[in-house]
């Protein structure tokens, strides 16, 4: 039997490791199925890496099935082992600030109402009441410790040393499955491949503990062109939370994809079909320059994100930048937002305005002083969209866009912020 949810996942590029695929494809055919996937509290807002997950989430209950979204209170106060070393353990009150935050995110994504609704757990309620000699007596166990010692990670750790803490990390995210196997009928769970190991250990341990069979599969992790990861800008990490990320940041990020990559970022991340995706994939083949398939990105995923009123405020704050319309119709929250992602200067609450020449040279879009001279005698200075013509011109108050911020531009694409403050 095939099915076609499965189907949709491997053509969408979603499916990089499952069990018996065929087994898995009948119980997806016979369902509805109850699946869960998980995410960790490390951080104080979920990154864009984790909205791939989210994504075979849409796809799954979209087909009817049940989504568990688990939110790992418990887990995350030990986080999975990494290869660079031992991580820092948060307090249990900074995990249980991120696990809310977490749990307000994942929750935008599904629906949580109708016959095969969403529901968000924390495994915290099942492990916090747990003893330590239950849990070795009924998870502990099942799990062999020469299997544990050949896991990649534990092995890549062996010689510099890894904590028993981290070392039973794959036994608490195991018995996660087992917990909701019996509580919930749970029958699925997914992640990325990189929790592959942890993710069929819970299928063994279901196994053994209740000699019944579940279901895994895994997606792969995204790379760039050249195959290195993908998820991480200059700035560090694309977060789903706009206070760390601002839209107009993120929906840049999209628009930059490489054009070797945007159509398997299409499949992932947005929900056209595959013939309008077909059609974005010739498009960028035959006429790469206006990037359709970059903009349809960014657009789809900013709107899904954050919301289509967003993404129609990140476009706008693009097309002011670069001189297409006025930046003087931008809120504040959105020019916050665009000078950094620019990487704006502070110029601090000086005793007169500067001159333009200054803003030129300390936002960095000319090297020297000099070089702003030029700039403007050639015709090619700008501060806010308007050119200047005068090499000894100073800022006025009116520039101050929002009271603070200046966009200084060079030519066509050289931008750079800088901020001032009147008074003390």
């Known amino acids: 039997m095939t099915s076609a949810v499965l189907d949709e996942l491997k053509w969408r590029g979603l499916l990089a490791n499952s069990t018996d695929e065929e087994a898995l494809a009948d119980h997806l055919e016979a369902g509805p199925v109850t699946f869960y996937v998980g995410f960790d509290p490390t951080a104080p807002s979920i990154h864009f890496g984790n909205l791939v997950q989210l994504m075979v989430a849409r796809h799954l209950q979209a087909a009817g099935h049940r989504p568990l979204l688990l939110v790992g209170g418990s887990t995350g106060m030990i986080g999975d082992p990494k290869d660079s ?7 249990p009150e900074t995990v249980a600030g991120w696990v809310e935050r977490i749990r307000s995110q994942v929750e935008r994504y599904l629906d949580f109402s109708g016959p095969n609704a969403a529901r968000v757990v924390n495994n915290l309620d099942w492990t916090g009441p747990l003893s330590v000699l239950d849990f070795l007596r009924d998870v502990g166990k099942h799990f062999p410790v020469n299997r544990m010692l050949a896991r990649d990670v534990v092995r890549n750790r062996l010689e510099d040393g890894i904590s028993y803490t981290e070392f039973s990390y794959v036994l608490l995210q195991s018995m996660d499955y087992l917990e909701l196997f019996r509580s919930q009928g749970c029958t699925l769970q997914f992640g990325g491949s990189d929790q592959w190991g942890n993710i069929t250990a819970g299928v063994e341990l279901v196994r053994r503990a209740e000699g019944a069979r579940v279901h895994a599969l895994a997606t792969p992790l ?4 050249d195959g290195t990861k993908f998820g991480k800008t200059e700035g560090g990490t694309v977060w789903l939370d706009p206070a760390m990320t601002s839209p107009y940041a993120f929906h840049q990020f999209f628009l930059n994809a490489e054009d070797a990559k945007v159509v398997e970022y299409l499949k992932v991340f947005s929900s056209r079909t595959r013939a309008e995706i077909e059609e974005l994939e010739r498009s960028t083949r ?8 970059q903009k349809a990105l960014a657009d789809d995923v900013t709107a899904l994100v954050h919301s289509p009123a967003e993404r129609d405020a990140a476009v706008a704050a693009a097309a002011a930048l670069f001189g297409r319309s006025d930046l003087r119709d931008l809120t504040g929250p959105v020019l916050e937002g665009v000078v950094a992602e620019l990487g704006v200067v502070d110029l601090g609450a000086p005793a007169q305005l500067p001159s333009v020449v200054e803003v030129l040279e300390r936002s960095g879009v000319v090297a020297s002083r000099g070089a702003a001279r030029r700039a403007i005698a050639e015709g090619g200075a700008y501060i806010n969209n308007v050119k200047v013509s005068d090499v ?3 800022l006025s108050p009116d520039d101050l866009l929002h009271g603070r911020y200046v966009i200084a531009r060079r030519g066509k694409r050289t931008v750079g912020a800088v901020t001032v403050r009147v008074g003390s």
């Not at 070393?85 to 307090?91: A, P």
């Open 222 to 225: 995204l790379t760039k062109a």
């Open 286 to 293: 035959e006429q790469p320059h206006l990037r359709l398939a």
């Open 392 to 394: 000894d011109a100073v």
């Open 85 to 91: 070393g031992e991580r820092t353990l948060n307090s």
